[in-house]
């Protein structure tokens, strides 16, 4: 595992191209998992499962977006268990030969709003 970049105290690890696979974070609160993500083929995808989830009146915890660092657009999504699944496409890749690790200070360059929960996003 390399360190990818930084955003605030959170680590992002790859272990091939993929900007990272593991994004670590020291927290008072106790160890669990806070999400995962699903990559898809395309935009038209994110936008489909957007509209499906709402339709379904599945908690959008976090609005579409775009994150700094992995350039992902995606939205997250609340599951029965608890935890977030994060559903996006149009992540970037690291060349381990040219990248440079870099520090962010905000988590999204637009959007991934939070969404109280009840509310129509």
Not at 24 to 33: M, T
Not at 45 to 68: K, M, N, P, S
Request: glycine residues 8%.
């Amino acid at each position: 595992m390399k360190i990818s970049d930084f955003i605030r105290n959170l680590v992002f690890f790859h272990c091939n191209p993929r900007h990272h696979t593991l994004a670590l974070i020291e927290g008072k609160r106790p160890k669990r998992l806070n999400h995962f993500m699903l990559q898809t083929q395309s935009i038209n995808d994110v936008g489909a499962t957007y509209d499906l989830v709402q339709d379904q009146e599945i908690w959008i915890t976090r609005g579409l977006g775009r994150h700094t660092n992995d350039h992902m657009t995606s939205f997250y999504m609340k599951t029965p268990s608890g935890f977030d699944v994060e559903y996006g496409w149009g992540a970037r890749t690291v060349d381990d030969t040219t990248w440079q690790v870099q520090r962010h200070e905000n988590g999204s360059i637009w959007g991934h709003r939070p969404v109280p929960a009840g509310v129509a996003s």
